[in-house]
């Protein structure tokens, strides 16, 4: 009866991408190397930034960015607690303090409304969340920032393509990006420190790789030493050249990819306006190209029972779903471990219980977006 299983996410990944890896792995340099170099030159150009760091993954850029900023104990950084796990354990590792800031209940994104009073003597960083593609309220939050000395560093995990008032996000500032696989493209694993801050790049490039200041590919292009010297302690985050050879392929079909996500959320959109029970997300009008990363909604009452509920309905019909996030201070070590928040982050919470990302992916058909509607239908039918 049921068809086969809709994943919520699957990489597009394409015979030349599939050819561009296989002549890293027969050239004989597999790992860091001048194909993440020209990762990082091409990833630069595509957002308009003025230089790009190539790394293992977005925690590892958050990671390097908190240390670069020398960001530790006695300092709070802000952000919401509905992000991804990543940003909040690498505040705590660091030992500085998370604080927590609401978001705002249709966007889900942190506001100047809701960071400004957070801001303390110890504020160090504000690390904003550009959710599901669209993109938060970058100037005032950038002004808030710059008023108190402030760094702001943008989570862009979601936001690869995403252009906020006519500029595409890492453009000017300091914006991460991820190419974990359900993200807009991917490099199996990897991640991209874009800024304009010269200096804070030029550390993250250090620390990226020992702490040596060049990596091994310097050292073999350029004839430096072979025993380079540790200019200061730092992390094994460098992007291999097999990776950065996919991530190349990726990004020149990004616009593509972009494009096939707006049609499909578009239909969705259209097609679930009259389901009860479903709220989709808002996207500011600041957002003028959104990268539609995720398609979430906001399951009601009319629909099922519960979000779980819905999600475990949604699977009994061979339909995948996603849950972006469960908000970081109801997790385990958060509850027992943070100051309760009490109360303050209703809108957080409102949506933590009640979010639902549904499969949207590329290569999904507009076929496959009528099966899930049709499912949620039947879902709401059965309530
Ligand atoms: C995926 C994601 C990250 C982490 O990316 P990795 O490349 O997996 O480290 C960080 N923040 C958000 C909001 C994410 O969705």
Known sequence: ???????????????????AVAAVMRSGWITTGARAAEFEDRFAAYCGAASAVALNS?????????????????????????????????????????VFADIDRDTMMVTPETVEPLITSRTRAIIPVHFAGACCELAPLRELADAGNISLIEDAAHAVGSEYDGRMIGSSGTAIFSFHPIKNMTCGEGGMVVS?????????????????????????????????????????????DIAAALGMGQLSRLDGFI??????????????????????????????????????????????????????????????????????????????????????????EWNSERICSLPLFPDMTMADVDRVVTAIREVGDAT
């Open 58 to 98: 977005a925690t590892a850029g958050m990671h390097l960015a908190l240390a670069a900023l020398g960001i530790g104990p006695g300092d709070e950084v802000i952000t919401p607690s509905m992000t991804w796990v990543s940003t909040v354990n690498l505040i705590v590792l660091a030992g500085a303090v998370p």
């Open 259 to 348: 494009a096939r996500r707006t049609l499909l959320a578009e239909r969705y959109l259209c097609l679930l306006a009259d389901v009860p029970g479903i709220t989709p997300l808002a996207v500011p009008e600041s957002t003028s190209r959104h990268a539609w990363h995720l398609l979430i909604v906001r399951i009601g009452e009319e629909l099922a029972p519960d979000r779980d509920a819905f999600m475990a309905a949604l699977k009994g019909k061979n339909i995948g779903t996603g849950l972006h996030f469960k908000a970081v201070h109801t997790q385990k070590y958060y509850r027992d471990h943070l100051p309760s928040t009490d109360g303050g982050l209703v809108a957080t």
């Open 196 to 240: 304009d801050d010269a200096e804070l790049l030029e550390r993250i490039r250090r620390l990226k790789f020992h702490g040596l200041g060049v990596d091994a590919y310097d050292r073999a292009t350029q004839g430096r030493a072979p025993q380079a010297e540790v200019i200061e302690p730092g992390f094994k985050y460098n992007l291999t």
């Open 1 to 19: 009866m049921s068809r086969k299983f809709l994943p919520f996410s699957r990489p597009a990944i394409g015979e030349d991408e599939i050819a």
